[in-house]
């Protein structure tokens, strides 16, 4: 069978108040156009037409060119977009999906429901409607006895009877694409505002003495998006059935209304998501992680067994049994492997970090690589800026750089040597080497009383009678 989709996707998005194609706004990560893309893809469309706008460049980018394209240079309502595809139409036999590209919410599921409905009983058109429990501004479906569709009926055009009527026109449909290219060649633009309704096609085709049917979806699934608050709202939906989703494959979510999780992140097994997290793109979590409260990961590789508590990671890959945070930040490239401890306010950047290292708090990795069980005291920087070039430092296995040590670029530091607190280390160091670089301390005795810098409580008295 011969299956292809127009998707109409011109629309400049006004009420977005955006300086963006409505449809390239993300949904659960993915760009809105890319949620109907992928449905039909899932449904077995592969070929499918865009017809796009001024924005289109937008809309390439996210698509990219595995699919065709027509431009819309006037908008003269929803039929007069659909007769843009005709030239990708003519000479074909089989059904056309019709969609609006502002539709995130349309599954596969009911796209292959109306694909099979137009093949049980032979229809011209299959109509995707839904029941709304209130339909004000919606067409309604109007259906005989046997169930088909006689006709649409807009709501201003609604009689009281008519009114009454929970089903509601979705704007999403299946036609035969001979029918349609037949219905789309009489369409009139002779109504107040001047406009080609696709929806007159199906009283065209129920004219010819074709029956059109209809199959309903959930509600949820015809939800456009036209503004930020419907942004919101489809948001809101898709995040409930991805959280749902991973629940149901052994993910513990233990608030749904406070964790965000992007359409393509994968976790394991027993990992438990805490409130207040975020995981965005490609990211992927191992089994019996613990992730939160208030974590951010964007594109990140997660082991097993690991806990990452209120820090901030992306793109970046981190191992089993590791512990991250609270309040660390992984940067992009960094490559942390097993049995890692990176604790509170440390920063690693485009590193490598071998197996049981050890940076418990305020340390900063930049560009680094480190061996396996090192030790950074607290206050270690890695000096990798010298105002032109970046460039890191290579510490050996089984290091241990004491507290408010700094390494400058390119230095070496061996296996298994030491590193004073205090140091600034401008050299190598040798394996099995202690590398001490501070100046000899000297004590100025009386220095304070001699200056009159006391702040003991008498000094503090003196000055309180004196304001």
């Known amino acids: 069978m011969d299956i292809c989709a ?33 449905a039909l893809a899932d449904a077995g469309c592969d070929e499918q037409v865009y017809i796009v706008g001024e924005k289109q460049e937008e809309i390439r980018g996210v698509l990219g060119e595995g699919v065709c394209y027509v431009f819309q240079e006037q908008r003269l309502g929803t039929g007069h977009a659909v007769m843009q595809a005709e030239p990708f139409l003519e000479g074909r036999s089989g059904y056309v999906i019709v969609l609006p590209g502002d539709s995130p919410m349309v599954s596969e599921k009911t796209i ?41 009926v807009e709501h201003r055009d609604c009689s009281e009877e008519e009114l009454e009527i929970k089903e509601i026109n979705s704007s999403m449909y299946v036609f035969k694409t001979p029918l349609l290219l037949s219905a789309l060649g009489r369409l ?73 999780i992007h359409s393509d992140v994968k976790i394991g097994r027993d990992t438990i998501i805490l409130p207040g997290s975020t995981l965005m793109g490609k990211t992927v979590i191992g089994e019996d992680c613990l992730i939160g409260e208030h974590t951010r990961l964007d594109t990140v590789i997660v082991g097993d067994h690991t806990t990452i508590d209120s820090s901030i990671a992306s793109h970046c890959s981190i191992g089993d049994d590791c512990r991250i945070g609270p309040f660390s930040h992984i940067r992009p490239d960094t490559k942390i492997n097993n049995n890692v401890t990176i604790g509170a306010y440390v920063e690693v950047k485009n590193s490598t970090i071998d197996d049981f290292t050890r940076a418990r708090h305020l340390t900063y990795i930049g560009d680094s690589t480190v061996g396996k069980n090192v030790n950074f005291g607290c206050g270690t920087v890695t000096c990798n800026y010298d105002g032109v070039d970046k460039a890191g ?17 390119n230095v070496e530091l061996g296996h298994d040597c030491y590193i ?17 670089a501070r100046n000899k301390q000297d004590n100025k005795e009386e220095w304070v009383a001699n200056k009159n810098r006391t702040h003991g409580p008498i000094k503090l008295d003196e000055r309180r009678s004196e304001v």
Request: contains cysteine.
């Open 6 to 38: 127009v998707v109409m996707a011109a629309g400049d998005g006004k009420r977005m108040k955006s300086a963006h194609s409505k449809v390239t706004h993300s949904v659960a990560g993915k760009p809105i156009i890319k949620w109907v893309y992928d």
């Open 112 to 152: 292959s429901t109306a694909i099979t409905k137009m093949e049980s009983a032979d229809y011209a058109a299959v109509l995707i409607t839904a029941r709304a429990d209130n339909p004000f501004g919606y067409g309604r479906v109007v259906r005989d006895e046997k169930g088909d569709v006689i006709k649409i």
């Open 188 to 260: 009139s633009a002779s109504n107040a505002q001047k406009e080609y309704y696709l929806t007159d096609t199906i009283d065209i085709l129920i004219g010819d003495g074709y029956k059109v049917g209809s199959v309903i979806c959930n509600f949820e699934d015809t939800l456009g998006v036209n503004d930020r608050v419907q942004l919101l709202q489809a948001t809101k939906i898709m995040n409930k059935r991805i959280l749902y989703k991973h629940m149901m494959n052994g993910v513990t979510i233990v608030d749904e209304t406070s964790t965000w």
């Open 393 to 409: 430092c290579t510490i050996g296995d089984n290091a241990f750089i004491g507290g408010n040590s700094n390494i400058l670029a």
């Open 420 to 436: 004073a607190a205090g140091s600034t280390i401008t050299k190598d160091v040798p394996a099995l080497s202690l590398g001490i």
